[in-house]
């Protein structure tokens, strides 16, 4: 029932003006590394069941699958077919065969979101300072506010010593809390490229008076020259006053005039999500703490700034519509008008959100396809801890390779669930293979289709490493015990462990020469205003 889709008959559903969703299903890093379609979403066959259903909600969309020729995208496509949707193809060929016959292939992730931001800098000439200015300037007792716009996790890995913690669509909402004096110098940062630049133009959009920058090349380009970073920062921004979030919608709503956002009351939302043939994402843009703490139902977190650098990740269909959900419209504005200059069409913020009660709180729990006819036997820490002690136990750890490298149950081997028959081949033989995931989803998954591959008994490790080291027993780190290398993951060039100095290098390299590919290829779609 998957359809076999040329190269070229793609290409014409790519332009015909209807939805539309790309799934490339390899690994990440293989998608990253060996170039994949500028419009494809990178959903690893290993974890399809887990992710489908936030990327299409929508069971009679378009989707193509692809791969690089193989038989991860069949195997997807079937899968798809498996859980009732319904116009699945196949990409004959897969990125090689779209390569030949004369299209563009990309490397990296977050491709769109990345250019974009090289787009925002060359056409709004947003101020940049380089590390070693930075340092001059702080050397002279000049006024200097840093701030970083990742996400906290990521901000806690390493920043820039000083840095304030507020995530990019968090910016305008909060930097009348952190500015000490209407003269500082403020100055975003982040890993690279381009959440130091989105962040900085918003305050510029914004209208904030003090000189904005954004730091060159983020913490990479700080490691370049020389200086140390910043590791377990805990320096986050303050919640705004009532008084600091009136300025804040004040400036949201200049932006809002800008660029043309839409607002949509609760009755045209309630018919919007009635069409059956249209897929509409909700999406929560406010942080992931005050998400839990009480959302919309069936809307889903995505914070502001990670939607803008990184949609694809939370939106697969193209022409699709986005509904911005957040508490008084500020960050929720300021996303959507970076989103309409993306050139995503449909675009709104919903009024008053989570004001008519009925909220739900805790994690959105997605639908799993297929949990249901899984059934597979667990084990709890302590069980694990007495099986480990006696021979005939192996315990493989699904954990991405970087998690894995971080923490792991000591003698665990790492496997991917879309390479299991090449890593049940390596892995010792055993009496009981358990298995582990951070999420316990991907692990029981995987252990399912492990029952056809041995014998052995399977089971799986009942709260994962996390009740493991709850427990109270120990974590082993390193690389030992990789049955398939680390391509399940594109590394962030502070994380590889060899030449980081060139990775970083080759990185900035790559982003910076995205701006060539925008002016030379017109589906970037990319939107100029005045």
Known sequence: ?????????????????????????????????????????????????????????????????????????????????????????????????WSAAGYRLYTGVYVPSKAFGEFVLHRDKTPEVTAGELLEWKAAARDVVIIDSRPFDEYRRHTIPGAINCPGAELAYRINRILPTPGSVVVVNCGGRTRSIIGAQSLINAGIKNPVYALKDGTQGWHLQGHELARNAANRAPEPTAEAIAQAQRAAARVAKRFGVRNLSRPQFDTLRSYA?????????????????????????????????????????????????????????????????????????????????????????DAVPGIDRLSVDTVSATELHELVRKSGTQVIDLNNSLGYREGHIPGAWHAMRSRLKISMAAIPGAETYVFTSPDALLARFTANDALFMTQANVRVLAGGAAAWQAAGYGMETGTARLTCGDDDLRYRALDTQTNVEAAIRDYLSWEVDLLKSIESDLDFGFRRFD
Not at 2 to 17: E, F, N, S, T
Not at 47 to 73: F, K, N, Q, S
Not at 75 to 85: C, D, P, Q, S, T
């Open 1 to 97: 029932m998957v359809k076999p889709l040329a190269p070229a008959d793609l290409r014409r559903l790519l332009d015909d003006g209807d939805e539309i969703a790309v799934l490339d299903v390899r690994e990440e890093g293989v998608f990253a590394r060996d170039g994949h379609l500028l419009h494809a979403a990178n959903l690893p066959l290993s974890h399809l069941e887990m992710r489908v259903t936030a990327l299409l909600p929508r069971a009679t969309v378009r989707i193509v699958v692809c791969d690089d020729g193989g038989h991860l995208a069949p195997a997807a496509g079937a899968r798809l077919i498996e859980m009732g949707y319904s116009d699945v193809s196949l990409l004959c060929g897969g990125v090689q065969a």
């Open 277 to 365: 043939q249209r897929t509409v994402y909700v999406l929560d843009v406010r942080s992931p703490e005050e998400f839990e703490a009480g959302h919309l139902p069936g809307s889903r977190s995505a914070p502001g700034g990670q939607l803008v650098q990184a949609t694809d990740t939370y939106m697969a269909v193209r022409r699709s519509t986005a509904v911005l959900v957040d508490d008084n419209g500020v960050r929720a504005t300021m996303t959507a008008a970076w989103l309409i200059q993306m050139g995503w069409d449909h675009v709104f913020v919903l009024n008053d959100a989570l004001v008519a009660g009925g909220l739900e709180t805790g994690v959105h729990v």
